[in-house]
């Protein structure tokens, strides 16, 4: 069973269309993440929730919404996409501070 | 505000020892450790909370200096399984949950 599991794991698509990522966790944690990383692998949190609340939202345009349906879950929407949404989108989940536990990630190409 | 990792990149002969720093301008909670592979997640491999302790699994241990606040990973004789990108992240004391990650190290171990 994966702990954390993240679909599609390739998008690749045109510019200006909307896209979703879906995550899902199994290991009862209360705090889910999105996390972006980048051609040069520089990690950047973009989002987190913690039973379903946003609990931190970082600099990212109006283009990227969250929604956490349930503590089991956390999606993320991306409209109007652009070439610099390329990269690798991570979701991640912990029980309060601990440490965070990554999904596989979904690698996004926007043409 | 991100860490500063150093060195950038490593490289080492099997058995050979390896050391990678990890600074904040912050008061920290606690010094996550991640190592991930090429085209992988993420994978924690340790956390230092507040109180300068030092921990380790294997030949894989870390420090963390609160005073200045600093955290150090040390890897003793070195596997080629150790190879890939380590990271370290931060949580400033008094932030809701945020781990923020350095820029990472890329450990490169031959044979």
């Known amino acids: 069973d994966t702990a954390v599991s993240q679909t599609p794991k390739y998008l690749v698509t045109q510019m200006g269309n909307d896209k979703s990522i879906k995550c899902e966790q199994n290991?009862?944690?209360?705090?889910m993440y999105w996390y972006k990383q980048d051609s040069k692998k520089f990690l950047k949190i973009m989002f987190s929730?913690?039973?379903?609340?946003?609990?931190i939202n970082e600099t990212v345009p109006n283009r990227f919404s969250p929604k956490s349906p349930d503590k089991a879950h956390l999606n993320l929407h991306i409209n109007s996409l652009e070439l610099g949404d390329s990269a690798v989108y991570f979701c991640?989940?912990?029980?309060?501070?601990?440490?965070?536990?990554f999904g596989a990630g979904t690698r996004l190409s926007v043409l | 505000q991100q860490p500063v990792q150093s060195p950038q990149a490593v490289i080492l002969r099997e058995g050979e020892d390896a050391v990678i720093n990890c600074s904040s301008s912050k008061a920290l909670y606690s010094v996550h450790w991640y190592r991930q592979k090429h085209g992988e997640a993420p994978v924690f491999l340790m956390i230092?909370?507040?109180?300068?302790e030092q921990k380790g699994h294997d030949k894989i241990s870390a420090s963390f200096n609160e005073k200045k606040q600093q955290s150090s990973l040390y890897l003793t004789a070195s596997q080629l399984s150790y190879s890939g990108t380590y990271f370290c992240?931060?949580?400033?004391?008094?932030?809701?949950?945020?781990?923020?990650f350095g820029s990472g190290t890329q450990l490169t171990v031959l044979p």
């Open positions: 290991l009862g944690h209360d705090t």
């Open positions: 991640a989940s912990s029980q309060e501070r601990r440490p965070r536990v």
């Open positions: 929730y913690n039973n379903k609340e946003l609990i």
């Open positions: 230092l909370l507040k109180g300068g």
């Open positions: 992240g931060t949580e400033i004391a008094g932030s809701a949950r945020q781990l923020t």
